[in-house]
């Protein structure tokens, strides 16, 4: 037993718990702190939080205090300050204790308790495996995040811990750790570049998730272990040797694979324990950049390399901030063996990733550059979380795409780097410049060529886009675009340019149909009868009116039953192509469903078409083919422009002129006729003029799509005759 005042008062008793001792012993001592007072603060916190949580046990049975003082154990193994150490010591009194941040912040400083609360905050969190819920995990962890990195870096630690002695809670409750731990921690280390935590994490998760599989690795890792560090102890025997014969300064050892990555190759790649190779890489640690180049280059002088296993993230970094040269070569005895290069520095950030930003460093404040570039990542996806009223699924998978995709590399004029998801496009790039620049973006050049804005970019493409003042995204790049910063500004604006639409065109539909009714003296009540509809205001109503979804009609059901207007109105001539089959053809609108159609008589279009929608005053959509001649026109509304998809039943019949010319002989009309009607195609309707010895026929047809017609035209063309045949427009 320990003296009872040295709980107290220790430095005077000159006894500290052991466990203090060992922590203390751990944390380094930041430049121009003096070590003392360095222990006597964290005491400070040590005491107080095995106070506050004495008498609690973990469910393995031990001191819940032990748990705190592991998890500011694992911090200060990642190099981190005193104010961190503390925060780790204190991160669950608030939560389980009776401490509060005020008094915390008494004690202990503004920051440490700041730290705190936001672990506790953290904490809060639920997870189940409905997805939207995984997402709202997500956006708790990246909110906290953007406020204050270091407490995610707490959080990591404890996490780790908990994982470590998962074995002693209930099984069921482990596997929801486990799966939350996958799922949510994870990506983010990953993200955040901490790959020791990473690995460390997902070797654990494989553990708890799948014992069997991990229990035979291990056991055959164990089995193998004496042939392992042979192999290992020559290639760095020899490796030692070649480069101090260069003088070259290195620290070489052999780091063997986490389970879970052996397990994930046997898996990805169908083989057996034995057939994977590198169970174990080499690294190389040096002191300087230009060092990792001539270690290089040493290497492969001694070792021929396997080219396409060869990558520098020196030279173009992970945007994880990942720097490393990764080289696998045929190493002694014929096996190949991967080595990574890389400064102490880099080494460092490899592991702990933006942790590394906050470890001291000798001589060296905190590089702020860094770290702001780092969490610009999480910045963007913030602003993105803020802005929108985002459906947590769609979140998810922008979030995923983002996290685990790829990336190119490209550069603007100017020879700025940027970085890009894999299939990125200049419209991607010119977001990722600016929002500005992609909002405006009209066209692009790659490497000084003009192209296509669905061009896919690739590594070292030099990008420049040419940005125009009436230019605004439109619906079509929705189709290629990758990236979620990008996506979600498209997205806003055309939802917002919609409504002002919608709005401007429900106005117009409701003054017009009530000045026909002689009914406009009805305006104003119509207008303020929005909550009879259930909107919340007059532009709601106004914005139902103009996508088509609220009629006047059914307006004047509700309003005034009474007065049955006369509201059809009298066919216009009926069209010789007016539609005369069954069923309802129908477009739709990027998902909303019967809008206010019409069909472009110009061109009539059928399913299989390519088509575009412009919305004209007071008609709702009219619907062209995207070739018909008459959109340059319209080209100068290109605001008002909307792809549309078709929505029709296969059986749905659609009118199509043909214009057939060819040699005016005998029976050619009947040969034409017959060529049709024996497809089973439904002819409406026939013309034929001949002239100078030239027929020339318009037929329509009615068939349900793109295919069947151009079996017609197919065959029509082979009509003995026949010179030329098109679809022609009106
Ligand atoms: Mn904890």
Not at 445 to 453: E, T
Not at 478 to 497: E, G, M, W
Request: proline share 4%.
């Amino acid at each position: 037993m320990q003296n009872p005042l040295a709980r107290f008062v220790p430095k005077l008793a000159g006894e500290y718990p052991k466990s203090f001792l060992k922590l203390y012993d751990q944390v380094s001592v930041p430049n121009g702190m003096d070590p003392e007072d360095v222990k006597e603060i964290l005491w400070k916190a040590y005491e107080y939080g095995d106070r506050h949580h004495e008498g609690q046990k973990r469910k393995s049975g031990a001191p819940y205090f032990e748990h705190c003082i592991a998890v500011a154990e694992i911090l200060a193994s990642w190099n981190m300050d005193p104010t961190m150490i503390m925060g780790g010591l204190l991160h669950d009194t608030v939560e389980d204790t009776k401490a509060s941040h005020d008094d915390l912040a008494e004690n202990f400083g503004e920051d440490v308790a700041v730290l705190v609360e936001g672990v506790t905050k953290l904490g809060d969190i639920e997870f189940s495996t409905r997805q939207e819920q995984q997402a709202g995990n997500f956006m708790k962890m990246l909110l906290s995040v953007a406020k204050d990195i270091r407490v995610i870096i707490i959080k990591f630690a404890d996490r780790l811990h908990n994982m470590r002695t998962i074995e002693y809670i209930p099984r069921i409750k482990q596997h929801r750790i486990a799966i939350e731990t996958r799922d949510v921690y994870s990506p983010l280390a990953h993200r955040l570049g901490m790959a020791k935590v990473k690995w460390q994490l997902d070797d654990l998760v494989f553990k708890t998730l799948n014992p069997k599989a991990y229990k035979e690795i291990d056991s055959k890792l164990k089995s193998t272990t004496k042939e392992r560090e042979r192999y290992i102890k020559k290639v760095t025997t020899a490796l030692n040797k070649e480069l101090s014969a260069y003088d070259l300064k290195a620290d070489v050892y052999g780091r063997p694979k986490s389970h879970h990555s052996i397990y994930k190759k046997m898996i990805s790649q169908d083989k057996t324990f034995d057939e994977i190779y590198d169970k174990e890489a080499i690294r190389v640690i040096v002191d300087k950049m230009e060092d990792c180049y001539l270690t290089l280059g040493v290497i492969h002088q001694n070792y021929n390399p396997v080219q396409e296993r060869f990558k520098d993230f020196i030279a173009t970094p992970k945007s994880n901030a990942y720097q490393s040269i990764h080289t696998t070569v045929v190493g002694p005895e014929k096996q190949l063996v991967e080595i990574q290069i890389r400064t102490a520095d880099m080494e460092a950030t490899a592991e702990i990733g933006v942790a590394a930003h906050w470890r001291y460093k000798e001589g060296k404040g905190s590089d702020t550059k860094e770290i702001d570039s780092q969490v610009g990542w999480l910045r963007e996806l913030l602003e993105i979380l803020r802005s929108e009223e985002s459906d947590p699924r769609e979140f998810m998978h922008l979030l995923k795409i983002d996290l685990f995709s790829d990336e190119i590399f490209v550069f603007t004029p100017k020879g700025a780097l940027v970085q890009l998801p894999v299939s990125s496009t200049p419209i991607d790039f010119a977001f990722k410049v600016h929002t500005e620049v992609g909002m405006k973006c009209l066209g692009a050049k790659v490497n000084h060529v003009v192209v296509p804005l669905n061009t896919e970019l690739k590594n070292g493409d030099l990008v420049e886009i040419i940005t125009g003042k009436n230019q605004n995204p439109n619906y079509g790049w929705l189709k290629f675009v990758v990236t979620s910063k990008a996506r979600n500004k498209i997205n806003r604006f055309l939802k917002q340019s919609n409504i002002e639409a919608s709005l401007k065109l429900g106005e117009e539909i409701l003054v017009k149909t009530l000045r026909r009714l002689k009914k406009l003296g009805l305006k104003k009540e119509i207008k303020s009868s929005f909550q009879k509809f259930g909107f919340q205001n007059e532009d709601q109503l106004l914005e139902a009116i103009g996508n088509g979804s609220l009629t006047v009609r059914k307006i004047f059901e509700k309003i005034a039953p009474d007065t049955n207007p006369e509201f059809d109105l009298k066919e216009e001539k009926p069209s010789r192509f007016s539609f005369t089959g069954k069923g309802k053809k129908s477009v739709q609108l990027q998902g909303i469903k019967d809008v206010m159609v019409s069909f472009g008589k110009c061109c009539n279009p059928i399913p299989g078409d390519e088509m575009l929608g412009f919305i004209t005053r007071g008609r709702g959509l009219t619907v062209h083919r995207s070739t018909c001649s008459s959109l340059p026109l319209l080209n100068e509304q290109k605001d008002r422009l909307v792809p549309v998809d078709w929505d029709v039943a296969k059986t749905d019949l659609f009118n199509v002129r043909l214009k057939i010319t060819g040699q005016d002989r005998k029976g050619i009309l009947k040969d034409l006729t017959e060529s049709i009607s024996s497809q089973n195609i439904n002819i409406k309707s026939v013309d034929m003029r001949g002239k100078d010895s030239v027929a020339t026929a318009h037929f329509i047809v009615q068939v349900n799509n793109i295919r069947q017609l151009d079996r017609i035209i197919r065959k029509i063309k082979k009509v003995n005759g026949v010179d030329h045949i098109e679809r022609a427009e009106r």
